[in-house]
């Protein structure tokens, strides 16, 4: 998020909870995240140099990537 006072980035760090009541709130919804998508999220990682430094989880209905 970029903050138009300050110029610089003002990032925050909230729980996956807080992401799913802000979606919802522009009406989006989760949908279910089979584990063949989870598997092949991991297919996909592993094509990237830097691939491995990611985790792919689910949570509930969505994708978590760390």
Same mark, same amino acid.
């Given at each position: $998020?970029?903050?138009?006072? +300050?110029?610089?980035?003002? @990032? +925050?760090?909230?729980? @996956? #909870?807080?992401?799913?009541?802000?979606?919802?709130?522009? !009406? $989006?919804? =989760? @949908? +279910?995240? &089979? $584990?063949?998508?989870?598997?092949?999220?991991?297919?996909?990682? =592993?094509?990237?140099?830097? !691939?491995?430094?990611?985790?792919? #989880?689910?949570?509930? #209905? &969505?994708?978590? @990537? !760390?």
């Amino acid at each position: $998020m970029i903050n138009p006072m +300050k110029k610089l980035p003002v @990032i +925050k760090h909230v729980k @996956i #909870d807080v992401w799913r009541k802000f979606f919802a709130w522009f !009406g $989006m919804k =989760e @949908i +279910k995240l &089979s $584990m063949s998508s989870l598997y092949q999220a991991n297919l996909v990682a =592993e094509k990237f140099s830097y !691939g491995s430094c990611c985790t792919f #989880d689910r949570d509930g #209905d &969505s994708l978590i @990537i !760390g």
